[in-house]
């Protein structure tokens, strides 16, 4: 019997073959999963074998550096450097890329990197049609060195499988000097401690400003000879340390027959000596196949949580892609023992629970967080204590954290947003009273524009010369979800306070032009021509946008946002004119502004929330009108079928809750807004035994209008449902139509209320 640890579950498994036929039957989701989508355009997805929620991501690096290829892979690439232990899915700037394998026959020049020609380079060229790609599991054949490799995970350790060319002597290369994006200062350490390990470290910095990631691998057979290299040479014995750091390990030929080497390699954010620990807690055995089953049974298991039922192929295969791209991330950042590295950069150990990293919050917090706290409340304690102990350790909660690292990418305060979403739901496990803390002590804090949005109650362009709108609204919304805290807590003073601050957005609007737009430390607009179309990239009042996508961005107060155009036939007068309206962006306009429709910006998260505005107009059928445009355009089953980044989650949230029918706009607590529902049935695992079926009679392509809406066989006239509602579980009834409803939803009464 093989025992195997993925993310945090024990799995026995008494047979692989067996198994391997189970994950193939009709009960298998992860059959579904098309790991291409999203490598082509710019996706930025990972491809590789990992685990739901991994701290391993194992998967091959191209040469190829630059903006598609900050993941490591990009499908118009044909070159291989090695196989890499932790990559980023989706994200607009690279990192990690760490701890690279190759395995090759024959000589290559690592000494001067993997640049230059085919013959000497360390790396390879491939062919398409050998690749093997699915959740958890990656297979290719590099055919310069006539190398068949397959690559497989847990949670904290990747498994490698080589074969080799006959009578060519099976050699490893062990690469610290590649990484992904763009590294100043590193260093890499190898030893060689017997025959069958080697252990070393990484350090680098790159977006992650002091990343350290250790490792130690064990082999199948003996090293036979070795040769550790370094352009800076600190070299003693078996081991070696510089700033370009090699090792060539070398097996010995074989007289028959292709050769056979595996390779276990596991990470520890603390040691070589956690790494050793992780690897005798979660791999101890040596059966590639059992492992390889492992990941594909987790997968399935976290898959499973929604089970749609649709006749639609391509529907089901983007569906479940999505679904699977969400769960890439946020990444495990502990070791089996408890002990993390933390932001204080010291190690830590765990009473309890796990710890994570790679919160992408700008990105995530509009709709992958509130996903989760549908279909994974089980993961969020863990989650929202992550958060909490980096606020412990740095002084404020996450803005864009990696591997430890506060990034502060991006703008405004998302980190708060995402502890009082759970906050807001009653999710139990993690400190209220720290968490409250938390969120007033970052809200108060004067880096990144919000001294001068403390002091005016807006972000002046004269005082913070970039971005200084998108950073006024997004400071507003996280306002308004500490404020609701407060409410629920009683702390009157403080709702009374951050509520206030919460309306900034008022500021900004321009009656005449109706459009938000930079003002100054005197209320003065900018002056000169006002051009609602132009951006520049980290260089105007928006971030990765314009105006007539950031005039929308008031999620947490649409009623009161309605109210600044006069009324609600003005609102939907300008909101119909996004989707149609076109003009030049200019020469440098962020290139994270895609997916148009008009210039609704689906490739980027501003706009997400956008078109389910139209229900608190009371005017429900035209937000199901825009949500089946995107559903069916902005997604496919190609490889370029995002129409922008990934960005760790968010892109296929958007997608999988819509397609469910309904989508989270308030940025904390709900209620989820309806839509139009693309499957006839979907099935909701909340949990603790209790589901929610979702049913969309007389559904199709042109019956796209929801009619009326019952609730446990109880008529249900709202136009939204509660968090709370949702997590009840039972019978939600959606009777579907090809005319808009002249009463389902117009009602005042019944359509989504912004709460004060």
Known sequence: MTKLFIGGSLLFLASSCGLQQGTNNADSFTQYVDPYIGTGGHGHVFVGANVPYGAVQLGPSNISTGWDWVSGYHISDSTIMGFAHQHLSGTGIGDLGDVVFLPFTGDVRYDRGVHGDEKTGAYSLFRRETERVKPGYYAVHLDRFDVDVALTSTARVGFHKYNYAAKQEPKVLINLDAGI??????????????????????????????????????????????????????????????????????????????????????????????AKLNMDSELPDWNFE?????????????????????????????????????????????????????????????????NYTTFSLWDTYRAAHPLMSLIHQDRLPDMINSMLRIYQEQGKLPVWHLVGNETDCMVGNPGIIVVADAYLKGVEGFDKDLAYEAMKVSAMKDDRGLNWYKQYGYVPYDKEKVESVAKGLEFAIADWCLAQVAKLRGAQEDYQYFIKRSNSFVHYFDKELQF????????????????????????NDY??????????????????????????????????????????????????ISGLIGQYAHGNEPSHHVIYMYSYAGQPWKAADRVRQVLGTMYTDKVDGLSGNEDVGQMSAWYVLSSLGFYQVSPAGGPFVFGSPLFTEATIRLGEGKSLVVLAHNNSATNKYIQSVKLNGEPYNKSYISYEDICKGGKLEFEMGDKPSPTFGVEKANRPQSVQ
């Open 516 to 539: 938000l737009r930079g003002i100054d430390a005197n209320g003065k607009f900018r002056p000169g021509p006002f051009d609602p179309f132009h951006s520049a990239h980290l260089a």
């Open 290 to 354: 059992a492992t390889q089953l492992a990941a594909d049974e987790a997968w399935n298991a976290e898959l499973s949580k929604i089970a749609i039922k649709t006749d639609d192929t391509t529907a089901r295969k983007v569906f479940y892609t999505a679904l699977y791209h969400t769960m890439i991330a946020p990444s495990l950042f502990n070791d089996v023992n408890g002990a993390y590295m933390g932001s204080d950069f010291k190690p830590h150990k765990l009473a309890k629970g796990n």
């Open 543 to 592: 971030t990765e946008g314009n105006a007539w996508q950031y005039t929308w961005l008031v999620p947490h107060n649409v009623q009161g946002f309605i109210d600044l155009f006069g009324s609600e036939a003005a609102f939907v007068q300008k909101l119909d004119s996004l989707f149609v309206v076109e003009g030049d962006l200019g020469e440098h306009a962020s290139p994270d």
């Open 181 to 274: 994006g763009w590294e100043g200062e590193k260093e890499g350490h190898l030893i060689v401690e017997n025959d069958t390990v080697v252990s070393g470290y990484r350090y680098s910095m790159g977006w992650a400003k002091n990343q350290k990631i250790y490792f130690t691998a064990t082999f199948s057979k003996p090293i036979k000879s070795y040769q550790l290299a370094d352009s800076t040479v600190n070299k003693t014995g078996n081991s070696i340390t510089g700033t370009r750091t090699y090792g060539e390990l070398r097996f010995g030929e074989e007289d028959k027959g292709r050769s056979e080497v595996l390779v276990k390699v596991a990470l520890s954010p603390v040691s070589i000596e956690n």
